[in-house]
């Protein structure tokens, strides 16, 4: 006997995702997905970041990661409300995951939410969380090759992050080329260059303006 | 590596078909995977196999099937519909364009067999305890 389903399989995933979406909605709270691979400066990036929005924004994080709670332990060290999901080996985190940990942060009536994926430039793409937009971060001593040999993340994201800026002379990175790369992957999304020191207040503005507006950008995955 | 939590779904979704249809053996599954998705053939083939233990209605002869779907891209400024993995237009260079296909996961569909109704019927009444 044979049996036509013709049944997407992401479907089981996109399902939860959009239960988290209506949730995230219904609390007014706007959340950014945060992808990249291991050391590319992701949990730096929210330090940096956190204690320019929460000037604005009762913001919170929820952290993804395969073993341990030292990233969110960093986080917690700055007063900001955290909770960690530790993935047991898996490498991204799923719909049903963040659904716990939007659960837990109900009490504290967020506003901006943070979700830090385990970092993975390939699995995290294909999981839509329910999240209103995807940061992704890349650093310079990754290598610039990155984004073409991993189009899949490249492409899903909205907004670019390339951090550790001030090792570009000391790495093959080519800014220009990688800019380039990024725009032949999808028009129009900005690139925030960051460095120690700089260009951290741009990409905070770009986040503001998103949340503020309650900015969705349409589910790809 | 996430294909073993795909192909876990694919087989929690064919165990609910395969309940519903009487069905007490898959013998064939048929996947259709875009190339453009993350999920690679090799590794659910893996994963296939390293699953197919744990489900008395898969055996040893059980086979999985992977269609791959070739990546389309439409570009809405020259309207060129072809190949193209990235999102840049191939012929006019433009980045206004659409992946039409190529990033799918589907369950096509199942073969199996059927449950034969036994030679003998359940009985309509339990049977009486007698009066022992």
Partial sequence: ?221 | MHEAGLMASVLEIIDQSRVENNIRRVTEITLKVGVLNGALPDALQFAFDALRSEYVWLDASSVLRIESVPAILLCFECQYQGPGSEMTCPACQSVLTQLIQGEEFDIVGFDGEVDEPSKYPALQEPLGRGGH
Avoid at chain 1, 52 to 61: P, T, W
Avoid at chain 1, 130 to 137: D, F, P, S, T, W
Wanted: hydrophobic fraction near 40%; charged fraction near 20%.
């Fill in chain 1, 1 to 221: 006997m044979h049996v036509d389903l013709h049944q997407d399989v992401w479907a089981l995933n996109n399902s939860e995702g959009n239960h988290n979406r209506e949730w995230l909605d219904d609390h007014k709270m706007w959340a950014v997905n945060i992808m990249g691979s291991p050391g590319a400066g992701k949990t730096t990036l929210l330090e940096h970041l956190l204690p320019i929005l929460r000037k604005d924004f009762h913001v919170g994080v929820i952290e993804g990661d395969v073993a341990t709670s030292k990233d969110a332990l960093r986080i917690s060290a700055l007063g900001i409300p955290v909770i960690q999901l530790e993935t047991q080996g898996v490498c991204h985190l799923d719909g049903r995951m963040v659904k716990s940990g939007l659960r837990a942060l109900e009490p504290l009536h967020l506003d901006l939410l943070f979700i830090e994926n385990v970092g993975n430039l390939v699995c995290p793409a294909d999981f839509y969380l329910g999240e209103h937009a995807r940061l992704g971060v890349l650093s310079t001593v990754e290598g610039g090759d990155k984004i073409v040999k991993y189009p899949t993340l490249f492409r899903r994201i909205n907004a670019l992050a390339i951090t550790k800026t001030d090792l570009l002379p000391f790495t093959d990175f080519d800014m220009d080329q990688a800019s380039k790369d990024f725009a032949s992957l999808g028009a129009g999304r900005p690139l925030f260059p960051l460095s120690k020191n700089e260009g951290i207040s741009d990409l905070a503005q770009w986040i503001r303006n998103m949340a503020l507006n309650m900015s969705t950008t349409e589910q790809d995955v």
